[in-house]
């Protein structure tokens, strides 16, 4: 019995000093580079433990880490057992694309950073994976598509296309079949393999300039099947749950059936689908993406954040949700942003105190953006009587140059309008990430005692009079 109840004891030890040993759930980064070299740059490190393509992203942890006589050193959280890390280094020296690459990493990891004929490339213990999902992100651009125009076999195209590319990545990936753990391989071949099809669908999804009913037909019909042939793909492989680009691919498919289903199109429908046909962490990443990127079609934006908090059980998409409650619900207190205008003076926030403050976000090019403009003209001229009603155009380019011309060409805001500018951090500014701002156009309304009044309000259209007017009534009624 007490040789029993040691081996026990030693079977929990050693299972709980195995776990201990992974329990730190971090990384180790650091730099080796020429003395002098990188001195003075700072690297910016970013873990998430939520990453989607669709926007649903979540910030774990985040280093501004400086290079100091040619070299750095730190460990960052990445969550659990699996994290996604981002790297951004000077781009003078990121010839392999680091800065725009999001790796997927394991918890344990150590990794260091090194200058190869001027180029910084991993090395050290676990540097391999690194390494290979740089060389898999390469494979993409390594062949040009070469296939047919024409409506006839144009979809098949397409999807060999991509699937060619993606047989040369697992080909690839295979090198590392024994040198990866089972785990962190499965889920790295299902998310390129992912990646691939939602690439596929992406080009497939919008219709041409010239598309007719027969060819829309078509294409409906190609997709359809695509989505119901690599859904069950993921079905069969277990770790494809682990993998966030198999829960794109999920969404895209949800989406496509939403947005192709007859009658009116209700956030509730997409809501309820996700709802009950998926289970487990599979459901709650997806209705976390279906709040984050599809919920400006529903007036009842907290009610469904709720609604999610009542079902989902994942840590991570729970925290998710409470924060878009905390910070997204009307009256809290407004996040106190301070950026430049055109001349580079501060402006924040509480400057505009004892104004209703009418936030809009837009980027150059951006066509949504232009019409929303347009659709503000009428919006202007009804409050015009009201003073203390500023309008405020929020510009995320990364140089102040387009910033300065984006104001100068009139597209994209007005002269009332109060131009600011995220000083060159583009998405990645506070204020942005504040409110999870994923897409442009975006507006948002604050009330004059600085607290929000709607995260989500009524976008004015010039298509849409109704939608224009319940966006003036909001205005005034916040007066």
């Given amino acids: 019995m007490k040789h029993r109840i040691l081996i026990f004891f030693l079977i929990h030890f050693f299972c709980a000093y195995g776990y201990a040993q992974k329990a730190g759930k971090s990384i180790e980064l650091s730099g080796d580079f020429h003395t002098g070299t990188l001195d003075g740059h700072t690297l910016k490190i970013t873990t998430f433990d939520m990453y989607t393509r669709r926007g649903a992203r979540h910030v774990l942890a985040q280093q501004e880490v400086a290079v100091i006589s040619g070299k750095f050193s730190t460990t960052i959280s990445i969550g ?9 280094v000077p781009e003078k020296y990121d010839a392999d694309n680091i800065s725009y690459s999001t790796f997927l990493v394991e918890a344990g990891d150590s990794a ?7 180029t910084i490339k991993f090395k050290g213990r676990d540097s391999a994976k690194f390494t290979c999902q740089l060389e898999l992100a390469k494979i993409a651009f390594q062949y040009p598509y070469t296939g047919v125009d024409s409506d006839s076999g144009f979809f098949d195209s397409i999807a060999s296309y991509n699937e060619d590319i993606l047989s040369r990545q697992l080909i690839f990936l295979g090198q590392y079949h024994n040198k990866f753990d089972k785990q962190y391989f499965n889920v790295l071949a299902c998310s390129f393999r992912f990646k691939s099809y939602y690439t596929t669908v992406s080009s497939l999804n919008y219709p041409t300039v010239d598309e007719d009913s027969i060819r829309l037909k078509r294409r409906l019909n190609f997709l359809s ?17 682990y993998s966030y680009q198999f829960i794109d691919f999920l969404f895209a498919k949800e989406v496509f059936n939403w947005d192709n ?6 956030f509730s429908d997409l809501y309820r689908s996700i709802k009950h046909k998926y289970r487990g962490v599979i459901r709650d990443h997806l209705l976390v993406l279906s709040l984050n990127a599809k919920l400006s079609s529903s007036p009842n934006r907290e009610g469904y954040i709720e609604k999610a908090l009542e079902v989902v059980n994942d840590d991570v998409c729970r925290r998710i949700l409470m924060e878009m409650n905390t910070t997204q619900k009307s009256g809290v207190v407004a996040y106190n942003f301070q950026l430049q205008d055109t001349s580079g003076n501060i402006v924040s926030l509480s400057d505009l105190r004892g104004n209703v403050v009418v936030l809009d976000f837009y980027f150059t090019g951006c066509t949504g953006c232009i019409a929303l403009a347009k659709a503000m003209k009428p919006v202007l001229d009804s409050v015009k009587p009201f003073s203390n009603i500023k309008f405020v155009s929020i510009n995320v380019d990364k140089t102040p140059a387009m910033f300065r011309a984006a104001v100068k060409s009139g597209l994209y805001t007005h002269s009332e309008s109060i131009n600011l500018y995220t000083n060159g951090k583009g998405m990645d500014n506070d204020l942005i990430r504040y409110y999870n701002i994923q897409s442009m156009p975006a507006l948002i309304i604050v009330d004059k005692n600085g607290r929000l009044l709607s995260r989500n309000p009524p976008r004015p259209s010039t298509s849409d009079i109704q939608v224009t007017n319940r966006f003036i009534d909001l205005l005034r009624s916040s007066l």
């Fill in 80 to 88: 659990g057992d699996l994290g996604y890390l981002n790297i951004v």
């Fill in 225 to 241: 099947k695509y989505f119901d042939e690599k859904t069950s793909v993921g079905q069969h492989h277990k770790e494809c749950s």
């Fill in 261 to 266: 289903s007859a009658g009116n199109r209700a």
């Fill in 112 to 118: 260091r950073l090194c200058l190869v004929d001027s």
